[in-house]
């Protein structure tokens, strides 16, 4: 885990956090990963996950620091998605972004959504 501890909101794995590094050179170092939920997907709930600028933190944001590599997500989405581990699988079929969520009392076949 790249500087995860219990009292991290979100873990990342070494695979997943070398992956996002490397999408984020390719479009602006000043970026920051948002992570979050939203309604919808097959089950209920679905994971959402893109960059934005610093300017778009929020005071009802938390923000974890990975090495200099920063994750942002907010209060209400982290009530869904505390203690969730983001990974990344480099396999030809299946291989991406995945998400292990505690608190997810069921899950889609996609992995993108959960109830």
Known sequence: MANATATTGIQISETALTQLKALRQQQDHDLV??????????????YVMDFIDTTQITEIDEVYDYD??????????LLYIY???????????????????????????????FA
Request: glycine share 20%; proline share 2%; aromatic share 8%.
């Open 33 to 46: 990963l948002r992570v979050g939920v939203r309604q919808g997907g097959c089950s209920g709930m679905s």
């Open 83 to 113: 203690g969730m581990l983001l990974d990344y699988s480099t396999a030809l079929i299946g291989g991406g972004f995945k998400f292990t969520n505690p608190n997810a009392s069921q899950t889609c076949g996609c992995g993108n959504s």
């Open 68 to 77: 200099g590599f920063q994750v942002v997500c907010d209060k209400k989405s």
